[in-house]
C-alpha cells in the first residue's frame, strides 16, 4: 500500500500528492508516468510525475478532477493508502545538448511541463516559457516556473491574469522575434498540442509533444495507448510518452481519446453520488 503524506489543495478541482514510493523515487526521471489504482475495484490511470524526492521516498503528482477515479481520488486524505502506484514508466525526456529551449505548458499540463523545464534549467539551457490557463482561478506553479526560466509568459483564455491569448500566439512571438529554440517541448491539452506544433513547423523548430492516450497495463502488451506517429503505430507507454510533435497524428489521438468521454462522464457522476449518500 502507498501512502499518501502530504495532500494539497492547489485550485478547487487540482490537487497535489505527495505518495511514500521509495523504490520509484529512487528511479524517476521527469518525463515519467505512474500508473495507480484507488482501490481493489478501481481503474488504472496513468498520471505523469511531477517530483521526486530519493532521500524521503517519495512521488509526488498533480491530479485534476474529472473523471470517476480522480473523482474517488479526491476523497483520500493524508494517511490514507492507495492500493497501486506503479513506475516509473515510459522515456525520461532527453535534455542533454540542448542551448536554448521554450517550453510550452497548457492547463494541469504545467505540472508535467515544470520538472522537464527544471531538467533543462538544471543541465545549463536558456529556458523560455509559455504556460496559458482558462482563467486566473487555474493558474498553478507560477512561482516554481519563474525560479527555474529565464523568460515566462502566463497567458489565459480571458484575459483575467497575464497577457489575454493563447500560447501560441505568444510562442509564435517569441519566434519571430529572433529567438532560435534547439527545441520546443509542449505538454497539455491535444489540441493544445497540435497547434503548438503546426505553429513551429513552418520554422522548422524541433518540437516534442507529451502523449496521454488511453492506458491500460503501462507495458505495450494491451495496445490501448497505441498512436500513429510518421505513419508508424508506437506505444505512448513504451515508445513515448514523447514524441515528434510534427509527425503525431493528433486528429486521430484525439478521435480514439473521446471515445469513452459520455461513459467517464456518467461514471463520475456515478461515483459522486456514492459519495453524498456515504455522506447522509
Known amino acids: 500500500m502507498y501512502k499518501i503524506v502530504r495532500k494539497e489543495a492547489l485550485r478547487p478541482t487540482v490537487t497535489l500528492y505527495e505518495i511514500e514510493a521509495p523504490l520509484i ?156 529554440y534547439d527545441e520546443v517541448f509542449a505538454i497539455g491539452p491535444m489540441v493544445m498540442m497540435k497547434f503548438v506544433s503546426k505553429t513551429t513547423e513552418p520554422y522548422g523548430v524541433p518540437t516534442t509533444v507529451s502523449m496521454s492516450p488511453i492506458m491500460i497495463d503501462g507495458t505495450g502488451m494491451c495496445g490501448g495507448c497505441r498512436l500513429s506517429v510518421g505513419g508508424e503505430t508506437k506505444f505512448a507507454c513504451v515508445d513515448g510518452p514523447e514524441f515528434d510533435g510534427h509527425k503525431v497524428d493528433f486528429d486521430e489521438a484525439m478521435a480514439r481519446g473521446a471515445m469513452y468521454r459520455d461513459f467517464e462522464l456518467h461514471a463520475r457522476e456515478e461515483t459522486c453520488n456514492l459519495f453524498k449518500q456515504e455522506v447522509k
Do not use: M, W
Open 25 to 180: 523515487a529512487k528511479k524517476a526521471q521527469p518525463g515519467q508516468f505512474i500508473i495507480l489504482r484507488v482501490d481493489e475495484q478501481g481503474e488504472r490511470i496513468p498520471i505523469t510525475i511531477n517530483a521526486y524526492d530519493p532521500e524521503k521516498g517519495t512521488v509526488t503528482i498533480i491530479v485534476q478532477t474529472v473523471g470517476a477515479t480522480t473523482e474517488k481520488l479526491s476523497h483520500l486524505n493524508e494517511g490514507d493508502c492507495l492500493q497501486d502506484f506503479v513506475g516509473p514508466l515510459g522515456k525520461a525526456t532527453e535534455t542533454e545538448g540542448k542551448k536554448k529551449v521554450c517550453v510550452v505548458g497548457g492547463g494541469v499540463g504545467c505540472a508535467i511541463a515544470y520538472p522537464v523545464l527544471k531538467k533543462f534549467h538544471d543541465d545549463g539551457a536558456e529556458v523560455h516559457a509559455v504556460v496559458g490557463f482558462r482563467t486566473e482561478d487555474l493558474v498553478i506553479l507560477e512561482d516554481e516556473f519563474k525560479k527555474s526560466s529565464d523568460k515566462l509568459i502566463v497567458c489565459t483564455d480571458d484575459g483575467s491574469y497575464g497577457r489575454k491569448g493563447l500560447v501560441t500566439e505568444a510562442l509564435k512571438e517569441l519566434i519571430e522575434e529572433g529567438n532560435q
